[in-house]
């Protein structure tokens, strides 16, 4: 009974400091989000040294959503080759996204599989939640009926096909029938699927479940161009797709309470800066995108759900 | 208001029975002319009381021991773990005697727990496997476990215990990066002042060599436990001193200053060896002239190279020149007094041993008196595991010998790289000398494996089932059905059906030469539906 009358205060307290007058106009123009956390599966499936732009994509956004409020626990990151230490890495311990960028690989990032264990089956297995009992916590995507879900893909793809370490396929199937699994055991609320790589958008085409609202990085006939250039290290160091992204959350998505909407961000990478035309997948997600905050995917603030009837809580609960 | 806060805290931990100490250390040794070895180690230690009631430890009190580590020691029942991970080869002619425990390249993990029986500890293994993933960041999932070890393999594992059992596995492939450091700082007391703010990975990672460890040990007396810990990083850098000829400070070294003290450890030193091995301990707790919350730099005086104590070598090498057969030797040279030394070498299961024909071969008064053992795990995928025990004269250079072959293995064993190679791992040496004993490492050796064409029986499948189809499809139907008479009745079923078969090959041929994509065709065909269903 204690701790019902606390959530009870906790929500008054946070209402009393939402309800001024902008905030709530500002509201208007929005949906109201039904998630209550937000997650992040951010996969860099390709290994060797040459794919260091696919490496500096995932720790560019893993950067973006950290500083709009998705914890670290809740940031699945998968690495499949150690481009910070290798040893061709003319900087050692450092990834940057741009010549004159930040090192994107400081003391603050937590890969949770990296190697040889970003496989096709792990991938599957956070998402569906079927792990080894021994698995850690920080290894598993721990989501509810209440999660808002982003999952990122970057890597080389090709039609109907994501290639993960040089040696396996995630096909467009796998991720249709993973997400179906999530849908069908209640494990998301909304999710955002992103493909970045050629032809992404044929990863997304089987994927039916409901609310699920899926982005590439291009066409199914298309390829997707990577951005920038660092000779000093000699490889490209980040695509064209995520770079826009990333300035796009940047720029305009300052803070949590940013009125930039999800239409704002499919038309951040139009196809002259691109060089490839960005794919999006609507027709199973039931909101208007432009009444979406692009906040629900990248962002999460602790919200509250209001409870209107008393609920209380049995020994089975706190046990 | 701070201090009384402490002096409460250290109240209230004596009223429950417990006492915890932190202590902090970094060791610099100039060890060649343009070369640093630098030393952090953090000790923890703290002794409780258990509760009367249950056995199990349950402690919920900490003030500077991670309760993360509290909760492994006590869910796995462990009584000693040993965690390294490096990166490099420590060179044991120019930088004396390695960090101990010795690191070998790669990750490694030496446990010691209770368990019942050998299959329940095989299972606690794997857990607490996937709980260090959890707590170090580290990937080592597949390390290969070989059971208790009868030969010592680390210094701080050389006590043998009753009723304990023994777990040992290297995985030599493992990178450890920013991210491993990052982890092994949180569990310290001082996470952003005292020594901690010098490890930071802009300077560490860009070294010769690193490595870091992580020991816990606990010992329960009755009631009275005693937990203890002990994070350590070591590198060797660059030697910011211009060969000795200049004096300088922790900002060349580290690129940054020292932070504030870290108030509520016991000690935290500086130590920095001289030429002759004499040791020049500052405690920055003991610092007057700083304030104690602003970040400090600490100069240091031109110091000549540290002298090296000699130390046994060890290094691996492998010989053999075609696909099939291999050689793996260990060569270890002994320093100029006679020395036990106790070798164990893990063998992976990728490559076959000749049991047969493992020797050894040494210089100086022929081959020692070896005792040896060999345990081969059950499960096909499960280590070989050799181990020695010898006593080497003086100078003494023995080598062990140890051919094997080397097989195709199953399609879903090869790593993702295959053609990169598979390690074997580094062979352990344990040296007992009179007055004290300390283990050293060699290094890990990569093994060329056959590998097979893997799209090749795709290949020959696609290949065979196309040839079949075609030589009883078409061609046998044509061959045939050409030859036949004429038969008046009329056969527009027979025609319409060639007629289909012919459009297919065509269709299929056009689609080979124009490279056109199997999904673009179903992607066509359904649009094309699509557009119907929209005519209606």
Redesign the interface.
């Known amino acids: 009974m204690r701790h019902v009358l606390l959530i009870f205060s906790a929500i008054i307290g946070s209402q009393a400091v939402l309800n001024t007058g902008l905030q709530l106009k500002i509201d208007e123009l929005f949906d109201t989000p039904g998630h209550t956390n937000n997650w992040a599966v951010l996969v860099c499936t390709s290994?060797?040294w040459f794919n260091y732009r696919h490496v500096s994509n995932v720790l560019a956004l893993y950067h973006s959503i950290k500083r709009l409020g998705v914890p670290d626990s809740n940031i699945i990151m998968m690495l499949a080759e150690?481009v910070?230490?290798n040893s061709r890495n003319p900087?050692?311990?450092?990834v940057y996204a741009a010549r004159a960028g930040a090192?994107l690989?400081?003391?603050?990032?937590?890969?949770?599989?990296?190697?040889?264990?970003v496989t096709v089956e792990n991938f599957i297995r956070i998402l569906t939640g079927r792990h080894?009992?021994?698995?850690?916590?920080?290894?598993r995507l721990l989501t509810d009926h209440q999660s808002n879900v982003l999952i990122y893909l970057t890597g080389h793809g090709g039609?109907?096909f994501m290639k993960f370490?040089?040696?396996?396929e995630l096909t467009n199937v796998d991720l249709a029938y993973a997400v179906q699994t999530m849908f069908e055991d209640n494990r998301y609320h909304e999710m955002l699927v992103i493909a970045d790589s050629c032809r992404s958008a044929?990863m997304y085409e089987w994927i039916d479940s409901p609310n699920v609202l899926s982005l590439s990085s291009s066409l199914?006939?298309e390829e997707s161009y990577s951005y920038d250039v660092d000779t000093d290290i000699g490889v490209y160091v980040i695509d064209r797709y995520t770079h826009y992204t990333v300035n796009f959350l940047n720029n305009k998505v300052k803070a949590l309470n940013s009125s930039a909407n999800m239409q704002d961000y499919i038309d951040s990478c139009p196809a002259r800066k691109c060089l490839s035309n960005t794919g999006v997948r609507k027709d199973h997600y039931p909101k208007d995108v432009k009444r979406v905050r692009v906040t629900d995917f990248f962002g999460s603030s602790r919200i509250f759900q209001h409870l209107s009837e008393e609920i209380v809580l049995d020994d089975e609960f706190w046990a | 208001m701070r201090e009384l806060i402490g002096s409460l805290l250290v109240l209230v931990s004596f009223a429950y029975g417990l006492i915890e100490h932190f202590d902090e250390k970094v060791t610099l040794t100039p060890v060649r002319n343009n070369e640093l070895r630098i030393r952090f180690s953090d000790r923890f230690e703290s002794i409780y009381v258990t509760s009367v009631e249950s056995n199990i430890a349950e402690v919920n009190d900490f003030l500077t021991f991670p309760r993360i580590i509290q909760e492994l020691l006590n869910r796995y029942t462990v009584h000693k773990l040993t965690v390294t991970m490096a990166?490099g080869r420590w060179n044991l002619d120019e930088w004396g005697l390695p960090p101990q425990p010795s690191a070998p390249a790669g990750a490694q993990v030496f446990a010691e727990f209770e368990a019942d029986g050998e299959k329940d500890a095989n299972e606690r293994m794997?857990?607490l496997?996937?709980?260090l993933?959890?707590?170090l960041?580290t990937?080592i999932?597949?390390i290969k476990v070989v059971t208790a070890p009868d030969f010592v393999v680390l210094e701080n594992h050389k006590n043998q215990k009753r009723n304990i059992l023994k777990r040992y596995g290297v995985l030599s492939?493992?990178?450890?990066?920013?991210?491993n450091?990052?982890?092994l700082?949180k569990l310290l007391a001082c996470k952003e002042n005292g020594l901690s703010t010098l490890l930071?990975?802009?300077k560490?990672?860009?070294?010769v060599y690193h490595s870091s460890h992580l020991v816990i040990e606990q010992q329960c007396e009755k009631i009275q436990c005693e937990a203890k810990m002990e994070v350590g990083v070591t590198v060797v850098t660059r030697n910011p001193s211009q060969k000795g000829q200049r004096p300088w400070s922790f900002a060349d070294v580290f690129d940054r200053k020292l932070g504030s003290q870290c108030k509520i450890a016991r000690s935290s030193q500086i130590d920095i060896i001289g030429p002759s091995g004499e040791i020049t301990t500052t405690d920055i707790r003991n610092l007057t002239a700083i304030s104690g919350a602003d970040p400090f730099d600490v100069s240091i005086p031109t110091a000549a190279i540290a002298q090296k104590r000699s130390v046994v070598k060890a290094w691996s090498s492998q010989g053999g020149f075609e696909q099939q057969h291999g050689m793996l030797t260990v060569h270890i040279t002994n320093d100029y007094s006679a020395s036990k030394i106790q070798v164990t070498q893990i063998i992976p299961c990728y490559v076959h041993l000749r049991y047969s024909r493992i020797h050894w071969k040494c210089d100086k008064g022929g081959n020692p008196t070896i005792v040896k053992v060999l345990k081969n795990s059950k499960g096909s995928e499960a280590p070989t595991l050799l181990q020695y025990k010898m006593s080497l004269s003086a100078g003494q250079t023995c080598e062990l010998i140890i051919p094997f072959d080397k097989h195709l293995l199953r399609l879903e064993q090869y790593?993702?790289?295959?053609n990169h190679g598979m390690h074997i791992p580094a062979s352990s040496v344990f040296v007992e000398k009179s007055q004290f004993s300390y283990s050293i490492h060699s290094n890990a050796i990569l093994v060329l494996l056959p590998v097979p064409d893997?799209s090749m029986p795709f290949n020959v499948i696609c290949f065979v089932a196309t040839a079949f189809a075609l030589v009883f499809g078409p061609i046998q139907l044509y061959s045939t059905l050409w030859l036949a008479p004429v038969v008046k009745k009329s056969q527009w079923g027979r025609k319409v059906h060639r007629a289909i078969l012919l459009v297919i090959i065509v269709f299929c041929l056009y689609a080979h030469m124009m490279d056109i994509?199997l999904?673009?065709v179903r992607?066509g065909i359904e649009t094309y539906f699509e557009k119907l269903n929209e005519l209606k």
């Open positions: 290994k060797f150690d910070p230490c900087r050692p311990g450092t090192n690989y400081g003391s603050d990032v937590e890969v949770d599989y990296r190697g040889e264990e080894h009992p021994a698995t850690p916590r920080s290894k039609d109907s370490q040089d040696s396996e044929s199914t006939h | 990166h794997k857990f496997v996937e709980a993933n959890g707590v960041c990937s999932s597949h492939g493992e990178t450890t990066c920013t991210e450091l990052t982890r700082r930071h990975p802009s560490l990672y860009n070294s790593p993702p790289d295959a893997f994509n999904n673009e992607r």
